[in-house]
């Protein structure tokens, strides 16, 4: 008989929906499966949203006090859906109640909770891991491939940015207009997505940043809409990223281009199926030879069990991104693979936020700052 992970899922808003959907979805995207994913409990604030998650996605049971969450034996794994402040105290009392966990980007919002987060992580023996789910297409694993097999040589620039138009003309931003609950705007929300894209693809730590935000929309939120910043790698490339939620003719745009002294690759979230590889090895005659840049199809093509449905040639989507992240998060747990050789670690992700606190730094003190990271 398969073993039976139970998890709860707790908040039950657009991440708590989407974390549910891919749970209960992979027995139809993974041949084999080894395990059987269980929505077990979902946790909201209110009885009246614990209740209407638990009909609407199929949850056996519904609470609205987190410790009857961590309390609980039957319970697995936790998977934290929360505003960006609740994760540290979520995250710390699941791991000392023996729970897995999954938690979903920023991991934090400040450096002491950074630090007192690594506290408890460092030492613990369950399975934690963060949602970087834009790891997870065949285009970005393919891009990462490519840049280990020194396909693009050394890496001496990119540039990734994210931007949305959501903030254009609003009223209220809830919990991610304010800089206590959220740790810092569109740089925490979409940047943390896009450091971690470059530094995971490249295989290199970020030394160094100039960071330069900005707010539109004073009376509504005191954190930035708007944040550039120039970022040094540790291996002396150089760099920008825009992260935003005021440009206007966006969507989901997460762009990312990396550029080595052999080659070099692009990504964009827009187009999710398609990896742009440039091959600098390629003859330039006669009238241009060979060279340019390749589309590669990445399409659905995920390894086994994951690229039979609907089919390897299907394209694949926003969701199916966090669904193969989910699927490797909870593999590595009924592995007891408590190191996440396959997926994004919950304790390397503290690095990410000494990141993004370095660029805030920076666009206070108006000077470049060292990264100061708590994880060696
Ligand atoms: N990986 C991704 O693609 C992705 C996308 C969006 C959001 N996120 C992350 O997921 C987490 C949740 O974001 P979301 O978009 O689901 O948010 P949301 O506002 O849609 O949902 C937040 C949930 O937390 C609950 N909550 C508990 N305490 C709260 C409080 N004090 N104030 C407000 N809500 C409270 C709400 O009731 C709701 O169920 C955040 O950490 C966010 O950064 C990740």
């Known amino acids: ?14 991440m ?19 395990f059987e994913a269980c929505l077990h409990t979902v946790c909201s604030r209110t009885e009246e949203n614990a209740n209407k998650a638990k009909e609407q996605y199929g949850f056996k049971y519904e609470v609205t006090d987190y410790d009857k969450v961590v309390l609980n034996p039957e319970i697995d794994v936790v998977s ?4 960006n402040s609740m994760h540290a105290e979520q995250i710390i009392k699941a791991v000392r109640n023996g729970k897995h966990v999954y938690c979903e980007k920023p991991a934090v919002t400040t450096r002491d909770e950074a630090i007192m987060v690594q506290n408890v992580l460092k030492d613990t023996q369950n399975v934690c891991g963060i949602v970087f789910n834009n790891r997870y297409f065949p285009a970005t694993m ?22 949305h138009s959501s903030g254009l003309n609003r009223s209220s931003y809830g919990w991610r207009g304010d800089r206590k609950m959220s740790g810092g705007g569109a740089l925490y929300d979409l940047g943390s997505h896009v450091v971690d894209l470059i530094t995971h ?68 979230l827009m187009e999710p199926n398609k990896l742009y590889f440039f091959d600098g090895s390629k003859k330039t005659s006669p009238y241009g030879g060979e060279s340019g840049y390749t589309v590669i199809d990445c399409i659905g093509k995920y ?26 998060f909870l593999q590595s747990v009924y592995e007891g693979d408590t190191e996440l050789e396959k997926g994004a670690k919950l304790l390397d992700s503290l690095n990410i936020n000494c990141i993004l606190e370095a660029a805030l730094v920076s666009n206070e003190t108006g000077k470049e700052e060292e990264v100061r990271y708590i994880n060696n």
Request: proline letters at 3%.
């Open 1 to 14: 008989m398969r073993k039976t992970i139970n998890v709860a899922v707790v908040g039950t808003g657009f």
């Open 16 to 34: 708590g929906k989407t974390h549910s959907y891919a749970i209960s979805n992979l027995r139809y995207f993974y041949s084999d499966l080894l």
């Open 80 to 83: 934290i859906c929360t505003p």
């Open 142 to 163: 393919r891009a990462k491939q490519l840049v280990e097999e020194g396909r693009i040589g050394n890496v001496v620039g990119f540039s990734g940015r994210y931007l």
């Open 201 to 268: 693809i490249t295989g290199n730590r970020i030394k160094s940043v100039i960071g330069k935000g900005h707010i539109l929309n004073k009376a509504i939120t005191d954190c930035d809409e708007h944040f550039s910043m120039i970022a040094r790698l540790e291996n002396g490339g150089l760099g920008t990223i825009t992260v935003s939620r005021i440009t206007i003719g966006t969507n989901d745009d997460l762009e990312i281009e990396i550029h080595g002294d052999k080659g070099a690759i692009k990504f964009n």
């Open 303 to 328: 390894e086994y069990p994951g690229g039979v449905f609907p089919s390897s040639k299907a394209p694949v989507s926003w969701l199916r991104g966090h669904v193969h992240s989910m699927y490797i």
